[in-house]
């Protein structure tokens, strides 16, 4: 097979850097606040019981130092973040804004409302925040780790190298240094330089997620696909839900000839109708090489066909059950057994107990659209997304619009998301679709473009689009070279 790049495997680091974001002092203070003893006692209890999963002790624990300090700044930025680690979203967002209330230039406090904005508003977005920031604290190394994680993932690679140096003329000993330059390395197709600075940063060893995927990159760069399989494998055990690491390790376990394994583990999760379409070619594929040929065929064409584009609540298969949350699985389990009432009135109660979680609203608006009622799933969705706006629920509002008939909104919606997130191919590819209805086919070919270049390019129907573009614009270079590429990749030669 041809190499097989997912489209969903961008490196994405500017959401897991801020490390050292709550440090303490050695001075009796919490990021620079002053606090009694009594109070950093408190502080120290409940991030341990935060780590541990104990959110309600947690809580239990920052109720008892408001009690005796209400008004420091250092004290509502932890709270923010036990609040958005516990999915109350708008309240993370009111414990934020307290914070700069009391401290209009408090690091934390701005730090955490610019972390705030890139969830709710895009990459972009939260440029300003970060650089209003940083005209106040210059020097501020988690400030500047996460605007030059944003930086990478917006895809501006020597803007955020020299974030980095700065980052380094900070404090040459902080493992982001090392870390942001590591995920740099991997980018450029140098994974022994990647390897080493992850070495160096220590963050691999310490079992930060994000490392690990940066250094299974870069051991798949190198063909130790099986010591890349390992770590992801582990990986995957502590993050269940997490689909990117889902892939590579399919990927990783796929170029190790790892065929049976692969279909005992995927296969039931490649035949849902929302699994992923390059874990269900992969699992085609090992179908294939085990001489499984009517297996084989059905995941190979039902790969090609892709997502259908539409919402789809679903059951949840029994090996699955685990990796999805208790609401999720209530919420599917209704819908496939058809109980459109009994849905309604579970998913109001879910958002009369969490109006302020943007996880609970966004599912409810799944529920809303499961029954046909799109104008409450706009609403919950949008205000979902108010809070926090992941690609996957900006997919759904944008596939509602069009569902309601206003397709204005929707490309509207789709265009801001190409722009605030321009290495998310799905998106690109999506939007090159739209552009093709409308006969703009330079468009199709920019955006086509700049998705095989983050790694889309075996994909037949991406493949067909392009050589389409490049028809009608004339270009007869790009006709012959995207003819042969959909002929090495269409499945008749797959499967030949």
């Known amino acids: 097979?041809?190499?097989?790049?997912?489209?969903?495997?961008?490196?994405?680091?500017?959401?897991?850097?801020?490390?050292?974001?709550?440090?303490?002092?050695?001075?009796?203070?919490?990021?620079g606040t002053p606090m009694t003893f009594e109070v950093e006692r408190l502080v120290e209890d409940a991030r341990f019981e935060?780590?541990?999963?104990?959110?309600?002790?947690?809580?239990?624990?920052?109720?008892?130092?408001?009690?005796?300090?209400?008004?420091?700044?250092?004290?509502?930025?932890?709270?923010?973040?036990l609040r958005y680690r516990g999915g109350e979203h708008v309240g993370a967002l009111e414990a934020a804004d307290f914070a700069l209330e009391l401290d209009t230039q408090f690091a934390p406090a701005l730090l955490m409302r610019a972390q705030l904005v890139r969830d709710a508003y895009g990459l972009d977005a939260s440029l300003t925040w970060f650089e209003s920031a940083l005209a106040l604290h210059p020097e501020n190394p988690d400030l500047l780790a996460e605007y030059a994680g944003t930086l990478g993932d917006l895809g501006r690679s020597k803007d955020m190298l020299a974030v980095v140096r700065t980052l380094a003329e900070v404090d040459a000993s902080d493992p982001r240094v090392h870390y942001l330059q590591a995920v740099l390395a991997v980018r450029g197709n140098d994974p022994v330089l990647a390897s080493s600075l992850l070495k160096r940063s220590g963050m691999r060893e310490a079992g930060v997620p994000s490392a690990i995927v940066v250094d299974a990159l870069g051991e798949m760069q190198q063909g130790n696909f099986d010591t890349a399989a390992t770590s992801l494998d582990d990986l995957l055990a502590r993050q269940p839900g997490n689909v990117r690491v889902m892939e590579l390790l399919a990927r990783a376990m796929w170029l190790n000839g790892r065929d049976r394994e692969i279909v005992d583990r995927f296969a039931a999760r490649a035949a849902a109708d929302d699994a992923s379409p390059y874990v269900?070619?992969?699992?085609?594929?090992?179908?294939?090489?085990?001489?499984?040929?009517?297996?084989?065929?059905?995941?190979?064409?039902?790969?090609?066909?892709?997502?259908?584009?539409?919402?789809?609540?679903?059951?949840?298969?029994?090996?699955?059950?685990?990796?999805?949350p208790e609401p999720t699985r209530t919420v599917r389990d209704m819908i496939a057994s058809g109980n459109a009432s009994g849905t309604r009135a579970y998913t109001n109660q879910l958002v009369s107990r969490f109006p302020g979680s943007s996880d609970i609203l966004a599912l409810s608006g799944d529920a809303a659209f499961a029954r046909g009622d799109t104008v409450s799933a706009l609403d919950l969705y949008s205000r979902a997304s108010t809070i926090r706006r992941p690609w996957p629920l900006t997919r759904k509002i944008i596939t509602t619009y069009r569902a309601a008939g206003d397709d204005d909104a929707a490309d509207t919606l789709l265009i801001r998301q190409v722009r605030s997130e321009p290495l998310n191919t799905e998106a690109l590819v999506m939007f090159a679709e739209q552009s093709a209805l409308n006969n703009d086919w330079l468009r199709v070919a920019v955006l086509l473009d700049n998705a095989i270049a983050n790694g889309a390019g075996n994909d037949p129907k991406l493949l067909e689009l392009r050589l389409e573009a490049a028809r009608s614009l004339g270009n007869e270079a790009d006709v012959n070279k995207f003819a042969n590429r959909l002929a090495q990749v269409s499945p008749v030669a797959f499967l030949d």
Request: proline fraction near 3%; include cysteine.
């Open 1 to 31: 097979m041809r190499k097989l790049t997912p489209q969903s495997l961008g490196l994405c680091v500017g959401a897991v850097l801020a490390l050292s974001a709550c440090s303490e002092g050695s001075d009796g203070s919490i990021n």
């Open 50 to 81: 935060m780590e541990q999963g104990n959110l309600a002790d947690a809580g239990a624990l920052y109720d008892q130092a408001l009690a005796i300090d209400r008004e420091n700044p250092a004290l509502w930025v932890d709270i923010a973040r």
């Open 280 to 324: 269900t070619m992969l699992v085609g594929r090992s179908f294939e090489r085990l001489g499984q040929r009517e297996r084989a065929n059905e995941f190979i064409e039902k790969a090609y066909a892709g997502r259908s584009g539409n919402i789809a609540v679903l059951g949840v298969p029994d090996a699955l059950r685990g990796a999805v």
